[in-house]
């Protein structure tokens, strides 16, 4: 979600190391090898958890903690305070140099303020500021989707590609786009929001407040919410679903979807399908606009792989504007999994990173 030469948003390393709209091999040229290796800690926030985890500068999580954050986790204040004891953890057996913050939602031009996250209570919210003066770290937030894909292109599917788009399939759907090894955030740091495209005029309501959003038709919320639906309506076809459920409706997962699909339910296949078209389309679309060299397709829904990817790919082609006549993207799965988010907050933070003494604070002090 970012742009990288510097003419629709300023590129996120360069700017952080004063070098401007230079490429990638002037950042590799200017960052000294040992600030490149140097340790650092990246922070995944979720809706109702809070994962932290220190990465070298290989792209390994050396170790990870995790810490829920129930009932509470709409509070500011909590997430704040969970993200702190969670590091401060882990600087107690680490030589770390840095934090490097994965939310889920809009994050200013400046990685400095979170200006909405939907799963949070968070808006306009000073994140970097408050952690930098409790944690006396430097601190980066990056939007999730961004810090995922910068780990791909760094670490996983998309290394080295000139131009990389992202898709994140989970309850919704985020992006993100690498190009000439910048991320590319946008004018005002807020690209990257491809889940929002309309593709069905007057279609299903998303909370965005739209209508016939992308991520109302390929998502794990649009595949659940259709399983749900037939299994409602006493279809046959969904019985076996039902079944898996112990008949409970409200027991229909996406997991249990795709583990059904896996083992040869007809119906959890052709829900699948039908998610996996939608994402073509999509990416078509996406194709048409940023002409990239590679989507790495990752999220929670990308565990379904083939049963997603070949749908997709069909549609892919089928849909492309120009087909038979250009080259064609490759699609991808993630490399990274569920960490990705992680390792790439960890590593953006590499940047900014400096060797210092540990200041050591009794648990008091916390």
Excluded at 13 to 37: C, F, I, M, Y
Excluded at 139 to 157: I, K, M, S, T, Y
Aim: with cysteine; proline share 5%.
């Amino acid at each position: 979600m970012t742009a990288p030469n510097g003419r629709t948003g300023q590129p996120v390393l360069p700017a952080l190391l004063g070098l401007g709209q230079r490429g990638a091999d002037r950042r590799r040229r200017t960052l000294p090898a040992s600030v490149l290796k140097l340790p650092t800690i990246g922070i995944d926030i979720g809706g109702t958890k809070v994962i932290a985890g220190v990465v070298d500068g290989e792209g390994k999580i050396v170790e990870q903690l995790r810490e829920e954050t129930p009932h509470k986790s709409k509070s500011p204040q909590v997430v704040e305070d969970v993200i702190v004891d969670l590091v401060l953890r882990l600087a107690d057996r680490h030589d770390v140099h840095a934090v490097g913050v994965g939310a889920a939602g809009w994050v200013d031009a400046d990685r400095s303020r979170v200006l909405f996250a939907p799963h949070l209570n968070w808006r306009n919210e000073p994140l970097r500021q408050a952690l930098t003066d409790r944690l006396r770290f430097p601190v980066v937030v990056e939007n999730d989707a961004n810090a995922a894909a910068w780990a791909e292109w760094r670490f996983g599917a998309g290394r080295g590609e000139d131009l990389l788009a992202m898709i994140t399939l989970g309850t919704g759907i985020g992006g993100a786009v690498v190009r000439h090894g910048y991320v590319d955030r946008g004018r005002y740091g807020l690209a990257g929001e491809f889940g929002h495209m309309q593709v069905v005029p007057g279609g299903h309501r998303c909370p965005c407040g739209n209508r016939g959003c992308w991520e109302q038709y390929s998502s794990g919320n649009a595949l659940v919410r259709e399983a749900r639906e037939l299994a409602a309506a006493e279809s046959p076809v969904a019985q076996p679903l039902l079944t898996r459920a112990g008949g409970d409706v409200s027991a229909i997962t996406g997991p249990l979807v795709t583990e059904a699909a896996r083992e040869g339910d007809p119906m959890a296949v052709e829900l699948l399908h039908d998610i996996g078209t939608w994402l073509g389309v999509g990416l078509a679309n996406l194709a048409a606009a940023l002409d990239p060299g590679r989507f790495v397709i990752g999220g929670g829904v990308s565990a379904a792989g083939d049963l997603l990817l070949a749908p997709a790919q069909d549609a892919f082609r089928r849909t492309l504007t120009g087909r038979g006549f250009r080259p064609e993207a490759r699609i991808e799965l993630a490399a990274l999994g569920n960490e990705a988010g992680l390792i790439g907050a960890a590593d953006l933070a590499r940047t900014v990173a400096r060797r210092f003494r540990t200041v050591k604070r009794s648990r008091a002090e916390r």
